[in-house]
């Protein structure tokens, strides 16, 4: 009777990967990081050099002269500082007006029992497949027949409606996670479902309200599209649209660009510092369930 044996061939590469997988995981993201961080690192850097500096050969690491003028002028310079005080508006209140109809329509596809509920859900999946660009003449018309055209009303009301269907999507999530003994606990004790929802689902689900807020606002804020589609009036432009401003028809201001870019930057990077930790437990608490 002949036996047969079989032998594994040992790998020595995929021995050494496994053995050193830590410091190659470890690699791989600083990789990432890197080259995600140069690009922004170099605008920042570029934004304190003069506009000669920019194009350099070879390229200027540090800035020599370093210069905050560009800033200075930047902001200075026209209807800047009108743009950035439309964008505060718009942002802010498309943001809270998002996040109220969200928390709300959330609240009725997750805990209330109707006919036609998976199919709402499904839609509103289904809209996040569309890009906005396929909305602008649809929009332009609408907006113009009913006389809103070029009014904060059009630009508030379209950042709510585009946004709506991915905030609602987190916070359904969320909603999902809150335990059932929870709820079943505050419903035995006379809760109703305007109770249910002030006074237990929304304070447990303050981490997700302001994820949601967060993607709203950072997403509307850097929006370019639509506002240049909806808004004429040189008074009533969001920052985005302002930046345009300088590209000239035969030059474009690179330092007055990076510079005013830079600081557009400055209340994204803010709100994503304060909120960071509430992004992460709301996608997370989110995903849970």
């Not at 904060?152 to 946004?163: E, G, P, V, W």
């Not at 302001?210 to 997403?219: D, N, P, T």
Request: aromatic share 14%.
């Amino acid at each position: 009777m002949t036996t047969y044996t079989t032998t594994t061939k040992s790998h020595p590469i995929q021995e050494w990967i496994y053995r050193n997988r830590s410091w190659l995981l470890a690699a791989l993201a600083f990789t990432s990081i890197f080259i995600l961080i140069t690009p922004a690192l170099w605008l920042v850097l570029s934004s304190f050099k003069t506009n000669e500096n920019i194009f350099r050969f070879p390229p200027q690491l540090l800035p020599n002269p370093f210069t905050l003028n560009n800033y200075q002028e930047a902001l200075s310079t026209g209807n800047f500082s009108r743009y950035l005080l439309n964008s505060v508006f718009v942002t802010t209140t498309a943001t809270i007006v998002c996040v109220t109809c969200s928390a709300l329509g959330a609240f009725a596809l997750t805990f209330l029992k109707f006919y036609g509920r998976r199919f709402w859900l499904s839609i509103i999946v289904g809209t996040q497949f569309f890009p906005a660009a396929i909305l602008l003449l649809p929009l332009f018309r609408m907006w113009a027949q009913l006389g809103l055209f070029d009014t904060y009303i059009s630009l508030i009301a379209t950042y709510t409606a585009t946004s709506l269907s991915l905030c609602s999507w987190l916070l359904i999530g969320f909603y999902r996670s809150i335990p059932d003994e929870v709820l079943d606990a505050a419903v035995i004790d006379g809760c109703g479902k305007l109770g249910l929802l002030w006074s237990i689902v929304l304070p447990l689900s303050v981490p997700g309200l302001l994820a949601s807020a967060a993607f709203v606002f950072i997403g509307v804020w850097q929006e370019f599209l639509l506002a240049v589609t909806l808004i004429g009036d040189p008074e009533l432009r969001t920052v985005m649209v302002g930046l345009y401003g300088f590209i000239a028809e035969h030059r474009i201001a690179w330092n007055l660009l990076i510079a005013a870019s830079v600081a557009v930057s400055v209340p994204t990077i803010i709100i994503f510092g304060l909120v960071q930790r509430y992004i992460v437990d709301g996608i997370m608490s989110g995903a849970l369930k």
